[in-house]
């Protein structure tokens, strides 16, 4: 059995325009140990589907339809007093911005203690002999002397750091990462994500990582899930996502980042803009942005197509590939590029 399983979930906004369709019937599911990325561009549905799992929505989110399983317990509807027991003890979140994920007026080590108090059954003295452990754990020097300091008195890395101790102080088994490296400069960043890869082996524990950052996933990630408008446009491991993509937005996203091939060329970006989540297409969100679509992409949006047992694409390209080479029939006329 699956450590997390998401099926089906529909999250969206009440806005005075309307409905904001943020997350659109995604599914996947997360093994013990293991490390998911989940990629897309800004507005792609990436931190909403993990703000559904803890559910800490704002007040006009909710979720409207979908499963969430934790070891086997359905969270969707489980209520708050079932949710407190499984915020922070079972599965922790790292914010993107550490700075206002901690409070500039109490000093770090009230707050880690506050934490540990409120999950665990440790006392005080013990809460506080855990925040120290945990701050030595995370690589911060002096950690006793710390403990007494505030936010402010420490540099971006430090912070995220103090973060990332919080977020551990009570062995989470699925520990939610939502771009914890947005806001350091990249040497900072490197130092952040090896400490998070040499905590993740040391604890065991399974990570969401949540990142338009494609060189993260590369670093750290053992599956892949690619977003975009609200829905899972392309899944599979690491290898098949990078040397194999079958989504035109992931090829997309793919061609304009820089690597050691395309040193000196001009990056080739994704031309158009984002759709407007309060008017969803009937066919493929993203058609309006691909080169390659066809007219059964506006009409209709492909079903997840499997590639092979561990990768799969919802896009017409693929169906269109398989049928013309005979892999599968196509139900009525098998119209795709008319």
């Not at 549905?45 to 409207?64: D, E």
């Amino acid at each position: 059995m699956a450590l997390l399983e998401v099926n089906n979930l529909h999250t969206s906004f009440t806005i005075d325009a309307g409905e904001v369709l943020a997350v659109n019937g995604i599914s996947y599911f997360l093994e013990k140990g293991k490390v998911l990325g989940i990629v897309g561009e800004s507005g792609s549905g990436k931190s909403v589907s993990a703000y559904s799992i803890m559910q800490i929505l704002a007040a006009n989110g909710r979720i409207t339809d979908g499963s969430i399983k934790y070891n086997g317990q359905e969270l969707v509807g489980a209520g708050e007093s079932v949710m407190k027991t499984i915020r922070g003890n079972k599965i922790s979140i790292i914010f993107q911005d550490p700075m206002t994920s901690l409070n500039p007026t109490y000093t770090i080590g009230h707050q880690l203690m506050e934490a540990i108090l409120l999950h665990t059954n440790r006392n005080k003295k013990q809460a506080y002999e855990r925040a120290v452990e945990m701050l030595r754990l995370v690589n911060v020097n002096e950690p006793e002397k710390r403990m007494k300091q505030y936010p402010h008195e420490f540099s971006g890395g430090m912070r995220q750091r103090v973060v990332i101790a919080m977020a551990l102080a009570c062995e989470p088994d699925i520990l939610i990462a939502d771009e914890p490296t947005t806001a350091l400069d990249v040497t900072i960043q490197a130092q952040i994500l090896e400490l998070m890869k040499s905590l993740q082996k040391e604890l065991g524990m399974a990570i969401i990582m949540i990142t338009h950052d494609l060189g993260v996933v590369a670093q750290l990630c053992d599956e892949v899930v690619v977003m975009y408008a609200g829905s899972i446009c392309e899944q599979g491991t690491v290898e098949e996502i990078f040397y194999n993509p079958k989504h035109e937005y992931t090829k997309g996203l793919l061609r304009s980042i820089p690597t050691a091939d395309n040193n000196g060329q001009k990056l080739e970006p994704i031309t158009g803009t984002p759709i407007d989540l309060l008017n969803m297409p009937k066919g493929c969100p993203f058609a309006p942005r691909c080169d390659k679509a066809m007219k059964i992409c506006i009409r209709e949006c492909a079903k997840p197509f499997d590639i092979n047992e561990n990768h799969r694409a919802a896009c017409w390209m693929n169906i269109k590939e398989a049928y013309e080479n005979g892999e599968i029939e196509l139900e009525g006329e098998g119209e795709t590029n008319e």
